[in-house]
């Protein structure tokens, strides 16, 4: 199995920064991509970006793409998500997931954390 924690959420002023870890534990020779995903206060949960664990490559949400980007620290296993340019837009619980070798649904999550841009 393959557990997610995830830290670095609070309160920023828009046009602020933040940036969220994602530490995975576990079979993380498993893991196929992290991805992030967020759900505004009333909304449905929708997709930010992914990054796919043997090289790196990222895919990004339209709505962040020039202002997120996702990184990855091979040694600590943990996926970063740095937010740019934060907008009020943007407040949302943020929460990041596991794809995992041979699947294709995000099946391990982490707790979620709450950001809020306020303006």
């Known amino acids: 199995q393959v557990q997610l924690v995830e830290s670095g959420g609070g309160l920023v002023q828009a046009g602020g920064s933040l940036r969220l870890s994602c530490a995975a534990s576990?079979?993380?020779?498993?893991?196929?991509?992290i991805g992030w995903f967020r759900q505004p206060p009333g909304k449905e949960r929708e997709a930010v970006g992914n990054i796919r664990w043997r090289d790196s490559r990222t895919v990004y949400a339209d709505s962040v793409k020039g202002r997120f980007t996702i990184s990855r620290d091979n040694a600590e296993n943990t996926a970063y998500l740095h937010m740019n340019s934060l907008k009020p837009e943007d407040t949302a619980v943020y929460s990041c997931?596991?794809?995992?070798?041979?699947?294709?649904?995000?099946?391990?999550w982490g707790q979620g954390t709450q950001v809020t841009v306020s303006s």
């Open positions: 997931a596991a794809r995992l070798n041979g699947l294709y649904d995000y099946t391990n």
């Open positions: 576990g079979r993380t020779d498993s893991i196929y991509a």
